[in-house]
């Protein structure tokens, strides 16, 4: 947490880092449970799909 809360480039570089990393799961979870739900691959390969990203 000290580094999070510091004011210094690492801290903002961590702040900065640390919401990508929190929201880029969920978009792409999102994304290839759509294409799963338009019939685009089947469930096993959206798996491994995200798995892969």
């Known amino acids: 947490m000290?580094?999070?809360t510091s004011p210094t480039d690492g801290?903002?570089?961590a702040?900065?880092?640390l919401i990508?990393?929190?929201k880029v799961p969920l978009i792409?979870?999102?994304?290839?449970?759509?294409?799963?739900k338009a019939g685009k691959y089947k469930y096993e390969f959206a798996i491994s799909?995200?798995?892969?990203a």
């Open 49 to 52: 799909l995200f798995g892969v």
């Open 2 to 4: 000290q580094v999070i």
């Open 28 to 36: 792409t979870g999102w994304l290839i449970l759509q294409g799963q």
């Open 20 to 22: 990508a990393a929190l």
């Open 11 to 13: 801290g903002l570089l």
């Open 15 to 17: 702040r900065r880092l």
